[in-house]
């Protein structure tokens, strides 16, 4: 039987409110692979680069001095700690950091030349409502790079995830979240191809997954 419990913003950025203090110890380590990998696959496009769920900014100094990085975080106390670094280390590169929800960018849109969200999918109460932010506000061409954790879906594995859904839920991500939501939803847009989609650690359970924004008139093309 299916466990469904809907988050919430506002529950989001409370939780992440609770885990900023101890957010680079506890998650730093175990998802580093992961953000290079985010890093480097963004820096071959370079640009104007957004970076969603920016949290207290571990990838910022990653990315080289001739790109302008965007950050945005539903939690303020995760950005503040996210200017401390860019102060500390002066990180010449970020033009701005701000309180921001995934689902309603305030940009407009073709603003940037690439959007990354790494570990923020699962943590986004809509998250279909958020890619589709994703794809207004990346220009046609440009890429979006996510990392996430894929759900098993079925079998034993997406039957644990589903019932440990009510407890991550206010811990500020879902367990389960299978690869077909993404397939879904890019179906649904017909405005992105998928260009990679690979494992990363630990365990073979997050992805990085590469999106090109369409052209217009492709994405409006209908199907044949």
């Known amino acids: 039987?299916?466990?469904?419990?809907?988050?919430?913003?506002?529950?989001?950025?409370?939780?992440?409110?609770?885990?900023?203090?101890v957010y680079d110890l506890v998650f730093g380590p175990v998802f580093r692979q992961?953000?290079?990998?985010?890093?480097?696959?963004?820096?071959?496009?370079?640009?104007?680069?957004?970076?969603?769920?920016?949290?207290?900014?571990?990838?910022?100094?990653?990315?080289?001095?001739?790109?302008?990085?965007?950050?945005?975080d539903i939690s303020a106390p995760m950005l503040e700690k996210a200017r401390r670094r860019v102060e500390q280390l002066r990180l010449a590169q970020v033009e701005d950091l701000a309180v921001m929800d995934a689902e309603a960018l305030s940009f407009p849109d073709g603003s940037f030349d690439v959007v990354v969200a790494q570990?923020?999918?699962?943590?986004i109460p809509?998250?279909?409502?958020?890619?589709?932010?994703?794809?207004r506000v990346v220009r046609p061409g440009g890429e979006i790079i996510l990392t996430?954790?894929?759900?098993?879906?079925t079998g034993a594995r997406?039957?644990?995830?589903?019932?440990?859904?009510?407890?991550?839920?206010?811990l500020g991500w879902r367990s389960e979240f299978p690869w077909a939501r993404y397939e879904d939803w890019a179906a649904?847009?017909?405005?992105?191809?998928?260009?990679?989609?690979?494992?990363?650690?630990?365990?073979?359970?997050f992805s990085l997954i590469r999106y090109r924004r369409l052209?217009?008139?492709?994405?409006a093309a209908p199907d044949r």
């Open 1 to 21: 039987m299916a466990i469904v419990e809907q988050m919430e913003t506002d529950q989001v950025a409370e939780a992440y409110r609770r885990w900023a203090p």
């Open 34 to 72: 992961g953000r290079r990998a985010a890093v480097v696959a963004a820096e071959q496009i370079g640009g104007r680069i957004l970076e969603v769920g920016v949290g207290t900014g571990l990838s910022l100094s990653g990315y080289a001095k001739r790109n302008r990085i965007t950050g945005i």
């Open 119 to 123: 570990y923020v999918v699962t943590a």
């Open 126 to 135: 809509r998250p279909e409502k958020a890619l589709d932010e994703f794809v």
């Open 148 to 153: 996430s954790r894929i759900g098993a879906g």
């Open 158 to 170: 997406g039957t644990v995830e589903r019932w440990l859904m009510p407890l991550t839920n206010r």
């Open 188 to 205: 649904r847009s017909r405005a992105v191809r998928l260009l990679e989609r690979r494992a990363l650690p630990p365990f073979g359970h």
């Open 215 to 219: 052209n217009d008139d492709r994405a």
